[in-house]
């Protein structure tokens, strides 16, 4: 049981850092690379990885199988996430962010 509780906590460390690999990169792909908008590759990034992390910890972390029916779920359950972070992400911007994004000087 130990050696069990072992293993679940690695591959759920290993499972949460490619996360955050996987988030930082598709923003420097996105961003630095592409050039697209900071806030739209942060929240492209965050869907992404999310949807990553969730599936890796279902197969890797807690053995977890899929089917059609827990997959609708799923979506159901993060989507109002997504739209709230997408939404909080995009009018957040206040001060000279906010001028910037309409083109004045701060």
């Not at 130990?2 to 293993?7: A, D, I, V």
């Not at 420097?28 to 697209?36: K, Q």
């Not at 999310?50 to 059609?68: C, G, L, V």
Request: aromatic share 16%; glycine share 8%.
């Amino acid at each position: 049981m130990k050696n069990r509780l072992s293993t679940q906590i690695l591959s759920f460390l290993v499972v949460g850092g490619l996360s955050t690999l996987i988030d930082f990169a598709i923003v420097y792909g996105l961003n630095g690379i592409l050039g697209w908008h900071y806030q739209l590759a942060v929240v492209i990034a965050f869907i992404l990885a999310t949807i990553f992390n969730y599936w890796a910890s279902m197969r890797f972390t807690f053995e977890s199988k899929f089917s059609p029916e827990q997959t609708s779920r799923v979506l159901a359950f993060f989507s109002p996430k997504f739209t709230w972070a997408g939404s909080n992400r995009w009018t957040h911007v206040g001060g000279s962010r906010c001028h910037a994004l309409a083109g004045h000087a701060s």
